[in-house]
C-alpha cells in the first residue's frame, strides 16, 4: 500500500500540468497517498507524506508561473496535508493496535478452548451453534465448518436435540448458570455429559446466546451405579447374616443395624440410626467407661477391646440386659473411624454353662462319681 500511495503522488503531481485550473484540484487529491501511507504506516508516515505532497505541489507551482500559489496559501495546504498525515496515522495506529489485542485475545481464547478436556460450545438465541471447540470435533467427528450455523436437531437424534435444547431454553429463561446430565453419542455407545451452560450477555444485560461446558461422566456414572449395586449387594449379605452387625462412626452414633441386629436388639434400624450407640445397647452403669474409651481411642488409634472376641452385657429395647459375644474392628474412613462390630446373643450358652456349673457341684457334693 506504501508503493502504491507513492505512485498516487506521482500521478497528482503528474496531473497538475494537464489540468487547466489545478490548484484546488490537486491540493485535494495529494491527500488521498497521504492517507493511504498514513493507515498503512502510522503518524510518522503519513507526516512524511504529507512533507513530501508539500515538497511536490511546492515544486510544481514554482514551476507553474500561471497558477503560483502565495506564502499563506502553501502554510495552509501545508498545515493540512500534515494535520491529516499525523492524525489519520495516529487513530489508524490506535486501530491497529486495537485489533491486534482482540485478534490476540482471540487466538489466546480459542488456544485455550482446543486444548480444554472440556467440550464447548457457544450457540446464538436460536440454538444455531456459533463456535465449538476442538474435543466436540473429535467426540463427534464434525468439523467446525460443518456444524456453524446448524442446530442440535441437524447434528443429533431428535429425542437428544428436544433435551438439549429445553436446557438451552431454561438457562435463557432463568439467565443464570445451570448444570445438567445429559446423553449424547459417542464412541461404544451413549455418554454421559455433566454439562454447565450459562447465559451469554450483550451490554444491556439481555441474553442473547448459550455457552455450554461438558465434561464426560460415564466412567464415573458406571463406577457410581457399581458402588451401589456393591452396596446393595453388601446390605443383602448383612441382612442375612445369623450374627447381628452394627457400625458406629467416631461420634458414637449408630450408622449401620442390620436384621439380625433387630431381632437382637428389639428395635427397628430406623429407630436407631443416628442415634448414640450407648444410648441404645449399652447399661447405663457402662455407658461412662463406653465413652472414656471412645475417646482415647480417637486420641491414640488403641483400644483394650478393638480386634479380639469379647464377652460384655448389652441391653434390650425393653430394658433387661443380656450377655453377648463381640468382635469390634476399627477401619479408617474419610473423616476418620467405622467401628463395625459382629455380635450375637449367648445367652443360652450361658445357661447351659451355669447348670453344667451347678451339676458339677451336686456330683461333687455326692463323692465326686458313681461309684462314690
Same mark, same amino acid.
Given at each position: $500500500? ?9 500521478a ?7 489540468n487547466?485550473?489545478?490548484n ?5 487529491? %495529494?491527500?488521498?497517498?497521504?492517507? +493511504?501511507?498514513?493507515?498503512?504506516v502510522g503518524?510518522v508516515g503519513g507526516i512524511a507524506a504529507?512533507l513530501?505532497?508539500?515538497?511536490l505541489?511546492?515544486?510544481?507551482s514554482a514551476l507553474d508561473?500561471?497558477?503560483?500559489v ?5 502554510l495552509?495546504?501545508g498545515?493540512?496535508?500534515v494535520?491529516?498525515g499525523?492524525?489519520?496515522g495516529?487513530?489508524a495506529?490506535?486501530?491497529r493496535?486495537a ?9 489466546q481464547l ?5 486444548n480444554?478436556?472440556?467440550v464447548?460450545?457457544l450457540?446464538d438465541? *436460536?440454538?444455531?451453534y456459533v463456535?465449538?471447540?476442538? =474435543?466436540f470435533?473429535?467426540?463427534f467427528? +464434525?468439523k467446525?465448518?460443518e456444524?456453524?450455523g446448524?442446530?442440535d ?5 431428535? %429425542? =437428544?436435540a428436544?433435551?438439549?435444547r429445553?436446557?438451552?431454553r431454561?438457562?435463557?429463561? *432463568?439467565?443464570?448458570?445451570l448444570e ?5 453419542p459417542?464412541?461404544? /455407545?451413549q455418554h454421559t455429559?455433566l454439562?454447565?451452560?450459562?447465559p451469554?450477555?450483550d451490554?444491556g444485560?439481555?441474553p %442473547?446466546?448459550?455457552?455450554? =461446558?461438558?465434561?464426560?461422566i460415564?466412567n464415573?456414572?458406571?463406577a ?19 450374627e447381628?452387625?452394627?457400625? $458406629?462412626n467416631?461420634?458414637? *452414633? ?5 436384621r439380625?441386629?433387630?431381632?437382637t436388639f428389639?428395635?427397628p ?13 449399652v447399661?447405663?452403669? %457402662?455407658?461412662?467407661a463406653?465413652?472414656r474409651?471412645?475417646e482415647k481411642? =480417637?486420641k491414640? /488409634?488403641? /483400644?483394650p477391646?478393638?480386634?479380639k472376641?469379647i *464377652?460384655? $452385657?448389652?441391653?434390650?429395647r425393653?430394658g433387661?440386659e ?8 476399627p477401619v479408617?474412613v474419610?473423616?476418620?473411624f ?9 445367652s443360652?450358652?450361658?445357661?447351659v454353662e ?8 451336686v456330683?461333687g457334693?455326692n463323692?465326686?462319681g458313681?461309684?462314690s
Amino acid at each position: $500500500m506504501v508503493g502504491a500511495g507513492c505512485l498516487l503522488l506521482g500521478a497528482v503531481f503528474a496531473l497538475g500540468f494537464v489540468n487547466s485550473n489545478p490548484n484546488e484540484a490537486v491540493a485535494v487529491l %495529494y491527500t488521498l497517498p497521504i492517507a +493511504l501511507i498514513a493507515v498503512e504506516v502510522g503518524a510518522v508516515g503519513g507526516i512524511a507524506a504529507a512533507l513530501v505532497a508539500l515538497a511536490l505541489f511546492g515544486f510544481w507551482s514554482a514551476l507553474d508561473s500561471a497558477h503560483h500559489v502565495g506564502v499563506l496559501g502553501f502554510l495552509t495546504r501545508g498545515t493540512v496535508f500534515v494535520l491529516l498525515g499525523g492524525l489519520l496515522g495516529h487513530f489508524a495506529a490506535k486501530l491497529r493496535s486495537a485489533y491486534d489485542v482482540v485478534r490476540r485475545s482471540e487466538q489466546q481464547l480459542h488456544a485455550i478452548l482446543d486444548n480444554s478436556s472440556a467440550v464447548v460450545a457457544l450457540k446464538d438465541s *436460536e440454538g444455531r451453534y456459533v463456535m465449538v471447540n476442538r =474435543m466436540f470435533e473429535q467426540l463427534f467427528k +464434525l468439523k467446525q465448518d460443518e456444524v456453524k450455523g446448524k442446530t442440535d436437531h441437524d447434528l443429533f437424534p431428535r %429425542y =437428544m436435540a428436544d433435551a438439549f435444547r429445553a436446557n438451552d431454553r431454561r438457562v435463557l429463561k *432463568e439467565r443464570c448458570a445451570l448444570e445438567f446430565e445429559e446423553i449424547a453419542p459417542g464412541e461404544h /455407545g451413549q455418554h454421559t455429559y455433566l454439562s454447565v451452560k450459562f447465559p451469554l450477555r450483550d451490554e444491556g444485560g439481555a441474553p %442473547y446466546g448459550v455457552c455450554q =461446558m461438558a465434561t464426560d461422566i460415564t466412567n464415573r456414572k458406571e463406577a457410581e451405579r457399581q458402588l451401589v449395586e456393591s452396596k446393595d449387594r453388601f446390605r443383602q449379605i448383612l441382612d442375612t447374616a445369623q450374627e447381628a452387625f452394627i457400625a $458406629m462412626n467416631g461420634a458414637g *452414633e449408630l450408622t449401620a443395624w442390620n436384621r439380625a441386629a433387630e431381632q437382637t436388639f428389639g428395635w427397628p434400624s430406623e429407630k436407631v440410626l443416628g442415634r448414640p450407640l450407648a444410648d441404645v445397647i449399652v447399661p447405663e452403669r %457402662y455407658r461412662e467407661a463406653h465413652w472414656r474409651g471412645l475417646e482415647k481411642f =480417637m486420641k491414640t /488409634g488403641k /483400644g483394650p477391646i478393638m480386634n479380639k472376641r469379647i *464377652e460384655l $452385657m448389652a441391653l434390650h429395647r425393653d430394658g433387661h440386659e443380656f450377655p453377648v459375644e463381640m468382635t469390634v474392628t476399627p477401619v479408617r474412613v474419610r473423616g476418620g473411624f467405622s467401628f463395625n462390630a459382629f455380635m450375637h446373643d449367648i445367652s443360652a450358652r450361658k445357661q447351659v454353662e451355669q447348670e453344667a456349673v451347678k451339676l458339677s457341684a451336686v456330683t461333687g457334693g455326692n463323692g465326686g462319681g458313681p461309684d462314690s
